[in-house]
């Protein structure tokens, strides 16, 4: 794969403050989904709750809501801050999160879809998902105890949305790169298999995850997913250094970001990670008995 300018070198994380960061933004990342999921009609894929990374912000951001002008919520991660964007991305209100509690921050959005011409009780909390345990869920205050982590965090959102996005061009039946409010990964599916009704049948996964019980630190994943039978695992390929299979409940590739941060340089960490996506989308593909169509 080439390099692109965009991809930005990884430092030497510490991972467990990392995945504290990454915790807290996913706390509050409920604030920006909560705008779209409860402004937008509902998509039977839940993608009216997504997130869109916007690179010149460094932010995650809502769907976009038509209201007296296109608008969206985001979370910029260096300064900690939700913010009203419009469709030109200019910054409309500010909000800085160090220090507030959820209460507050929702009141801000709400805030905001009042200076549109809502009633403020039309943006609610997200509520079909469960959410991993946090003080933040108790009322406790968000903190940037780290701004350099804070930055960590971003560069590893963009450099994700960078490579899955060159990724996802490449097959035709490649859905958007999002980021979802539930597990806050970034990823794409490409649909490999259609039903009669053009239903998908089967599927391969890829993405940007924090840590989670497949992986004690951030990580790149490829999954796999049938809707019928059952995958064969008994000669998997080799990946690249630092990949690993997992076959249980959870079933396909995966990266650590120990891995990628092993190379100091920006070209050899996007190189890895580029090897990794290509020799476990192959994989999978392989496993579902399956050809994908490029674009």
């Not at 991305?89 to 909000?95: A, E």
């Not at 921050?105 to 805030?111: D, E, P, Q």
């Not at 899955?164 to 599916?189: I, K, N």
Request: a negative charge.
């Amino acid at each position: 794969m080439t390099l692109t300018a965009n991809w930005q070198p990884l430092t030497v994380h510490q991972p467990q403050q990392l995945n504290d960061t990454i915790k807290q933004l996913h706390m509050a990342s409920q604030h920006v989904a909560a705008f779209g999921h409860s402004l937008l009609p509902e998509a039977s894929d839940d993608s009216q709750s997504s997130m869109n990374w916007v690179a010149g912000k460094r932010a995650l951001a809502s769907q976009e809501v038509n209201l007296k002008r296109r608008v969206r919520i985001a979370l910029a991660y260096d300064k900690f801050e939700l913010q009203m964007i419009n469709e030109n991305d200019d910054t409309l209100g500010v909000f800085p999160l160090s220090g507030q509690n959820p209460s507050t921050a929702l009141s801000f959005v709400r805030t905001q879809a009042r200076s549109m011409g809502l009633s403020g009780q039309d943006v609610q909390p997200i509520s079909h998902f469960e959410l991993p345990a946090h003080p933040t869920q108790n009322g406790a205050p968000y903190m940037m105890t780290s701004p350099k982590l804070h930055q960590e965090a971003a560069r590893y959102r963009q450099n994700a949305t960078v490579l899955l996005q060159q990724l996802a061009a490449q097959y035709e039946y490649a859905s958007d790169v999002a980021t979802w409010p539930h597990h806050f990964d970034t990823g794409s599916v490409i649909t490999v298999k259609f039903d009669d009704t053009s239903n998908p049948e089967k599927t391969i996964g890829m993405g940007f995850a924090p840590a989670d019980d497949n992986c004690p630190e951030p990580y790149f994943y490829v999954s796999h997913w049938m809707k019928k039978g059952d995958a064969e695992y008994t000669a998997l390929p080799g990946l690249p250094k630092g990949g690993e299979w997992k076959t249980g409940a959870w079933k396909g590739a995966l990266l650590p970001a120990s891995a990628v941060v092993s190379f100091s340089e920006g070209a050899d960490q996007f190189e890895l990670a580029g090897q990794f996506f290509k020799k476990g989308i192959e994989a999978s593909l392989e496993i579902l008995e399956e050809t994908a169509v490029k674009a």
